[in-house]
């Protein structure tokens, strides 16, 4: 079975950054694509983005040239780097793992382990 934690969230003013970090439960990298989804009050969960087992990255248009996504192998931790932060990221983010090798890598259906989740509030 596979975990997965996140950190790293908490209160960050507009326009600033934050990272945070996904750590799993062994050495899935080269068996799983690792992704993130936010959710806010009363919406529907969102695809960020997300880091293949090959690396390649995809990221969703309202986050895109703003976040990105990297490993550390050696640390079986995955992280979102989140910059030009704004109200509109203000959200529950989770990360994700689901088998490689897949289509529909923004599906949130595809994905089989998912973390607890990490709030993100962006103040004025």
């Known amino acids: 079975q596979v975990q997965l934690v996140e950190s790293g969230g908490g209160l960050v003013q507009a326009g600033g950054s934050l990272r945070l970090s996904c750590a799993a439960s062994?050495?899935?990298?080269?068996?799983?694509?690792m992704g993130w989804f936010r959710q806010a009050p009363g919406r529907e969960q969102e695809f960020v983005g997300v880091?293949?087992?090959?690396?390649?990255?995809d990221y969703g248009d309202s986050v895109k040239g703003r976040f990105s996504i990297y490993r550390d192998r050696a640390k079986n931790t995955v992280y979102l780097q989140m910059n030009r932060l704004g109200f509109e990221d203000t959200a529950v983010y989770s990360c994700?793992?689901?088998?490689?090798?897949?289509?529909?890598?923004?599906?949130?259906?595809?994905?089989?382990?998912w973390g607890q989740g990490t709030q993100v509030t962006v103040s004025s």
């Open positions: 994700a793992a689901r088998r490689g090798d897949l289509v529909g890598l923004q599906m949130r259906e595809t994905y089989d382990f």
């Open positions: 880091i293949t087992t090959a690396g390649i990255t």
């Open positions: 062994g050495r899935i990298f080269s068996n799983y694509d």
